[in-house]
């Protein structure tokens, strides 16, 4: 199994919006609506973002959402907060196995 | 409230086993999801390893397939990890994971320990 793709690096100013793409395939993305984002701060644990492609577990803010099309999966965070600097992962279940993306390094200017 | 730790050595010799073990508490490992290992090379991304549920099934990456077991101790509510013939490309934070009923979305995490492959 190959790893997601997602891009290297994104950026934005405070209180704009940006959205991070995660590509896959029909036998990971395409396939299940069990894609999930996760926040990623060096030396701590990940954190879980979104689930099931759209749904946010409680606790996290609204300004993140998640979306699906094709073999296509994307997080958009609104409103951005310099708190939201951080690696960010795409995942997906691929049918009794899991992949990750490659990791999207969030820049807040 | 769910935590998870790692534990085992933090440097292992070139072609020997890399065993760690997760120590779960605030949930039985009898619940009905799936615990799993994760892991991350220094300046990479997040590499699902595999992972395992309470009856003894286990999911592998199948690229480490060959060299991996994860087994599961039900009356310590923990679940370990082997990694076979390792190289310095195993070297990694190593995460362990709950898989909320196994729909690869990992709610609770441990906060990762580092392994380093060196003579």
């Known amino acids: 199994q190959s790893a997601l793709t997602q891009p290297a690096s994104v950026s934005g100013s405070p209180g704009q919006s940006i959205t991070i793409s995660c590509t896959g395939t029909?036998?990971?993305?395409?396939?299940?609506?069990?894609v999930s984002w996760y926040q990623h701060h060096p030396g701590k644990a990940p954190k879980l973002m979104i689930y099931?492609?759209?749904k946010r577990p409680s606790g996290v803010s609204n300004r993140f959402s998640g979306s699906k099309s094709g073999n296509t999966a994307s997080l958009t965070i609104s409103g951005l907060q310099a708190e939201d600097e951080a690696d960010y992962y795409c995942?997906?279940?691929?049918?009794?196995?899991?992949?990750f993306g490659g990791g999207t390094k969030l820049t807040v200017l | 409230q769910v935590q998870l730790q790692e534990s085992g050595p933090g440097l292992v010799k070139p072609s020997r086993t890399l065993s760690l073990t997760c120590a779960v508490s605030?949930?039985?490992?009898?619940?009905?999801?799936?615990w799993s290992w994760v892991r991350q090379p220094p300046g990479k991304g997040l590499e699902w390893i595999g992972e395992?549920?309470?009856?003894?099934?286990?999911n592998y990456n199948p690229s480490l397939k060959s060299r991996v077991t994860i087994s599961v101790d039900n009356s310590k509510n923990q679940f370990s990890l082997k990694l076979t013939s390792v190289t310095a490309a195993d070297t990694a934070v190593y995460y362990c994971?709950?898989?909320?009923?196994?729909?690869?979305?990992?709610?609770?995490w441990g906060q990762g320990t580092l392994v380093t492959v060196s003579s």
């Open positions: 994971a709950r898989n909320d009923y196994g729909d690869s979305r990992f709610d609770y």
């Open positions: 605030g949930d039985s490992i009898r619940s009905n999801n799936w």
């Open positions: 395992i549920y309470h009856s003894g099934s286990t």
């Open positions: 029909s036998r990971d993305v395409g396939s299940y609506h069990l």
């Open positions: 099931e492609g759209s």
């Open positions: 995942c997906s279940y691929a049918g009794s196995s899991t992949v």
